[in-house]
């Protein structure tokens, strides 16, 4: 049995309380870069673990109440708790994953997923040193939020601060995910959210079709293989990351009616390891089945269909400008938008437009209501209604009383 550390100042109330009553918080190193901390306070003292220069405090001491293993702990359970928060447990050398080892997973797995890593490396450059040593199991809403808000008053803007405070927060859900003893996940759930001012939602760029076709040629008089993958979204609405998992085998340009076998995303629950890519046919038009059979002409049948091509938004800027654009909002994702707009308003059921783009009832209700509620569901719903002016045919029974 690994050996327990004394403190004969901490041990009991009685020493603890003979103290000064201080800020600086008395401390015993109970392990290597562990040490437990005791405050002294006008009332009951608080416990709180330091390793590699952060102090995170965890329970009252016993000072003035008994012991419940939990928000008010003895000496004995102090020490423990301090061991299981920096290192697992005692006799566990498996120690809790940094914030620094967090960020290293969440870069090797955007890589194994064929996302950008960039958003791994652009997080370092905004997270210190300090708090990349912390424990990821050991921060708080407040911390979090206060890092936030940092970011903005260092100069950027809400939208990138946004940005970055997502890229921290998938790191951190992964870590989560990863180890189950991580449970404080509600800390940057609720900690990396929006600030009140800040709760304007984006503008869902909605283009029409012949704007969207003046786009797509654009492209391809910038880049044939850029056109192409303009096309495709444009096409298909579907998000860049599942584009570039396309592998030569997922075109099925054989049939009659031509398709892609289009992967799921890896969002939110479907990142989870162990979980199977899933894939449905999406329906694609002649003309781009014989562009893409023509592009993966010689590759073998497991090459990925597109090479990868990053800054999709930036090698789009040339195109909207020369088609004199005056929407600094235009991003490839807006035919995302146009697409499950477009097919909302031909009056396509909304449980298949959700399928067709990857993504739920719920969401689609939540993000693109005004234009369910309008032309032509309107006329659809016109035509339900009951005339009664016209006379009636036939037998009219009475309804019995």
């Not at 006008?42 to 590699?52: I, Q, R």
């Not at 990138?160 to 790191?171: E, P, T």
């Not at 046919?281 to 590759?299: E, F, G, T």
């Amino acid at each position: 049995m690994a050996r327990r550390i004394r403190a004969a100042s901490l041990e009991n109330r009685t020493n603890r309380l003979k103290l000064a009553v201080r800020k600086k918080p008395f401390t015993a190193l109970i392990a290597p870069n562990i040490s437990i901390a005791y405050r002294r306070n006008e009332g009951a003292g608080t416990w709180s673990v330091k390793c590699n220069g952060w102090l995170k405090r965890f329970a009252l001491a016993d000072d003035y109440e008994d012991a419940n293993g939990d928000s008010v702990m003895t000496y004995w359970q102090a020490l423990d708790r301090a061991k299981a928060l920096a290192r697992a447990d005692e006799g566990n050398t498996e120690q809790l994953a940094s914030l620094a080892e967090a960020i290293d997973n969440y870069e090797a797995d955007l890589e194994r997923r064929g996302g950008r890593k960039y958003n791994a490396t652009q997080l370092r450059l905004h997270v210190s040193k300090t708090m990349q040593a912390k424990t990821v199991a050991l921060f708080t809403e407040k911390e979090l939020h206060n890092w936030r808000l940092g970011l903005i008053a260092g100069g950027l803007m809400p939208s990138s601060a946004d940005r970055i405070a997502k890229s921290l927060r998938s790191a951190l859900n992964l870590a989560a995910a990863n180890d189950d003893r991580i449970n404080n996940a509600s800390a940057w759930k609720e900690g990396l959210k929006k600030p009140d001012d800040e709760h304007a939602e984006p503008r869902n760029v909605i283009l029409p079709d012949e704007t969207i076709a003046a786009l797509v040629h654009g492209a391809y008089e910038e880049d044939h293989a850029f056109g192409l993958i303009m096309d495709a979204l444009a096409e298909t609405g579907n998000r860049e990351s599942q584009l570039f998992r396309l592998k030569v085998h997922d075109l099925q340009d054989h049939l009659a009616a031509p398709r892609l076998m289009m992967p799921s995303s890896r969002k939110g629950k479907n990142r989870k390891k162990n979980r199977s890519v899933e894939y449905r046919p999406l329906p694609i038009s002649v003309r781009l089945a014989k562009a893409l059979r023509q592009h993966a002409n010689r590759k073998r049948l497991d090459a990925p269909l597109f090479d990868k091509m990053w800054d999709l938004s930036k090698r789009l800027k040339p195109v909207i400008e020369r088609l004199r654009l005056d929407d600094d909002d235009i991003t490839p994702y807006a035919l995302r938008h146009s697409s499950i707009v477009r097919q909302l308003l031909r009056a396509v059921p909304i449980r298949l437009v959700a399928a067709h783009h990857d993504t739920s009832v719920a969401e689609i209700e939540r993000t693109y209501s005004r234009f369910i509620t309008g032309d032509p569901s309107e006329a659809l719903t016109r035509a339900t209604l009951l005339d009664l002016d016209k006379p009636a045919r036939g037998n009219v029974v009475a309804l019995k009383r």
